[in-house]
C-alpha cells in the first residue's frame, strides 16, 4: 500500500496555500499590531524565526506571545475549548558513524563531537496564542501611532547601518534594484501613502540586493528570470519575507506595493509545484534581514 503521509514542507505549503486562496490577507499585507515585537514563546521570550515568523503572521491576535498546551498548564491555565492549534516548524538532526545512526539517548554534543554525517528532518510541534487561553497572564503590548509620511527613526537606522550598502538614488514613481549598477531607487518619502508602506517597500527593494555577489550572493539576482517562473517568484518571496521580518523588528504597518493578484497568483502556482519552497524561501530571508540587521 502507498505511504501518502505528508512531510512537514507539504503541510506547511497546503496551509498558505489554503490562507491565499481563502482571502486571507497575506502577513505584509496588515499592520503587526504588537509593535517592535515579533511573534515569541511566552516562557522564553524568543522570537519565531524564518517560516515560523511568516506563518504566525497571518493571524489576528494583537498579542505576539504564544505557548504550547503543556506551557498554558504549567503557567496556571490551559486552550480555550475549540481553538485551533497553530504549527510551528524546527530542525531534527539525525547522526551517524560509518553509516549506523548514533543512539538517540547520547548526549548532543558527544553525537556532534564523533559523527561524520548528519541529516537534518524538518519537524513540528503546536502553539496557541495567549489570546486563545484562559487563566495565562502575559504582559500588554502598546500599539503606538505613526505620522504619516514622516521620518521614522528605528527604520532609518537599520538602513544606515546597514553594512556593505548599495548606491541609492531618490525619485521618480517606481521602487526597484538594479544588480547591474549594485543600485535601489525608491520615489521620494512624500509620494507614498504613508511612512509604513515607504519603508515597507525600501526594506523589500534591499533584501533583493542582499542577494548581490557581493553580499550573500542568491541566485536569481544577477540572472534574468522571467516574471512567474520559479527563480522569479522564490527571490520576490524572499523580498516579501525579509521585508516582512524588519517590519517586525520596527512595529510598521506593511503594505508593499508587490502585493498584486498576480504576484499571488504566480507564487500559488509554483508552491503548488514545489512544496519547499516557502520554508527554504523564509530561510533566506532570514539570512537577508539578519545581513540588513548587521547581525
Not at 82 to 92: C, F, R, S
Not at 280 to 289: D, I, L, P
Request: charged residues 25%; hydrophobic residues 35%.
Amino acid at each position: 500500500m502507498k505511504n501518502t503521509k505528508k512531510n512537514v514542507y507539504e503541510i506547511v505549503t497546503e496551509q498558505v496555500i489554503e490562507k491565499i486562496e481563502s482571502g486571507q490577507l497575506a502577513p505584509w499585507q496588515k499592520p503587526w499590531k504588537s509593535v517592535g515585537h515579533r511573534p515569541a514563546n511566552l516562557i522564553t521570550k524568543k522570537p519565531y524565526k524564518g517560516i515560523n515568523a511568516f506563518l504566525l503572521a497571518f493571524n489576528d491576535y494583537e498579542s505576539p506571545y504564544y505557548l504550547t498546551y503543556k506551557q498554558a498548564k504549567e503557567k496556571g491555565g490551559n486552550v480555550k475549548k475549540g481553538e485551533k492549534a497553530n504549527l510551528v516548524t524546527y530542525w531534527q538532526f539525525l547522526y551517524f558513524k560509518n553509516d549506523k545512526p548514533l543512539p538517540s539517548k547520547m548526549p548532543q554534543a558527544e553525537k556532534e563531537r564523533i559523527a561524520d554525517k548528519k541529516i537534518p528532518l524538518l519537524k513540528y510541534y503546536n502553539v496557541f496564542n495567549v489570546e486563545q487561553c484562559e487563566g495565562v497572564e502575559y504582559p500588554t503590548i502598546k500599539a503606538c501611532d505613526l505620522n504619516e509620511n514622516e521620518k521614522l527613526a528605528n527604520c532609518e537606522s537599520i538602513i544606515e547601518a546597514m553594512p556593505n550598502k548599495p548606491g541609492l538614488t531618490f525619485g521618480g514613481g517606481r521602487a526597484f534594484y538594479r544588480p547591474a549598477t549594485d543600485n535601489v531607487t525608491m520615489p521620494k518619502l512624500e509620494t507614498f501613502d504613508g511612512s509604513s508602506e515607504y519603508y515597507s517597500t525600501f526594506f523589500h527593494e534591499l533584501a533583493h540586493s542582499t542577494g548581490h555577489s557581493s553580499r550573500l550572493n542568491r541566485q536569481g539576482i544577477e540572472e534574468i528570470a522571467a516574471f512567474g517562473d520559479a527563480v522569479y517568484s522564490k527571490e520576490e518571496l524572499i523580498a516579501e519575507f525579509t521585508a516582512c521580518f524588519l517590519c517586525g523588528e520596527t512595529g510598521i504597518l506593511q503594505r508593499t506595493v508587490e502585493n498584486s493578484s498576480a504576484y499571488l497568483k504566480s507564487w500559488l502556482k509554483v508552491l503548488k509545484s514545489d512544496s519547499k519552497m516557502l520554508v527554504t524561501a523564509a530561510s533566506q530571508a532570514e539570512k537577508a534581514a539578519n545581513y540588513i540587521l548587521n547581525k
